[in-house]
């Protein structure tokens, strides 16, 4: 068994001189009991991919831990809107308008509006998801002009296979264009060169939790 509450703690104390950087805790497919040290030890910001795991996993402890906020980071399918609020306090993956136009009219529903960011394929891989970086600008002013949308930021995953650092230096530039204060980006394997790049959101599964196998 992984010692969490070690790799937590490491991470932090990394961490721990920069301000402006929140630690999102991947917990997707941990149980509860796994994640419950990070819990207990004060930690408020988890990760999770799916909507339906999150569900099962996180509504009831949510209730139990009013300070808890989850963050949705994997592909929001449009059918699933109506489960995420208020389930999810933060969206990592806003990347269509279909999807946008779905999150507008649930957060007029539930009257509740979730942290979102625009994921952007900043590898212009054709299986990943995310808008094209040519169609951003547009993007993101229909995003708050016609949906209402609260926009915090821009998110990114790299393409796996190379440094991510030209990508993560994009990525703050495109932030930069759009006057965007905060940067999803940086993983268990570049999350520190992440935050030298501009990153205020790291998100951190495998190093904390363990291998996913
Ligand atoms: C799983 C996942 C992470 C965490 O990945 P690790 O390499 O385990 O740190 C971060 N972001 C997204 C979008 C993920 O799907």
């Given amino acids: 068994m992984e010692n969490v509450l070690k790799n937590y703690n490491l991470i932090k104390q990394e961490i721990s001189k920069k301000k402006n ?24 910001d988890f990760g999770e991919n799916k909507v339906q795991e999150a569900l ?74 995310g808008v094209d970086e040519a169609d951003l600008e547009n993007f993101y002013r229909k995003c708050i002009e016609e949906f209402n949308l609260k926009i915090i930021g821009l998110m990114s995953i790299p393409p796996f296979d190379k440094d991510s650092l030209p990508y993560f230096k994009k990525m703050n530039e495109l932030s930069n264009n759009l006057g965007l204060t905060e940067i999803s980006m940086g993983m268990s394997n570049d999350y520190l060169e992440a935050i030298k790049q501009g990153s205020t959101f790291i998100r951190i599964g495998s190093k904390i939790f363990g291998s996913r196998d």
């Fill in 56 to 129: 099962e996993k996180w509504a009831s402890i949510k209730q139990d831990f009013p300070n808890i906020k989850l963050h949705l980071l994997g592909k929001l399918q449009t059918n699933k809107v109506k489960f995420v609020l208020p389930l999810f306090d933060y969206i990592h993956s806003l990347d269509s308008l279909k999807l946008a136009s779905k999150i507008s009219e649930q957060q007029i529903k539930k009257n509740f509006k979730p942290k979102m960011f625009i994921q952007v394929n900043i590898g212009n891989e054709p299986q990943k998801g």
């Fill in 21 to 44: 950087v929140k630690l999102v805790a991947v917990s997707k497919t941990f149980p509860i009991s796994h994640i419950l040290p990070v819990i207990n030890e004060g930690h408020n």
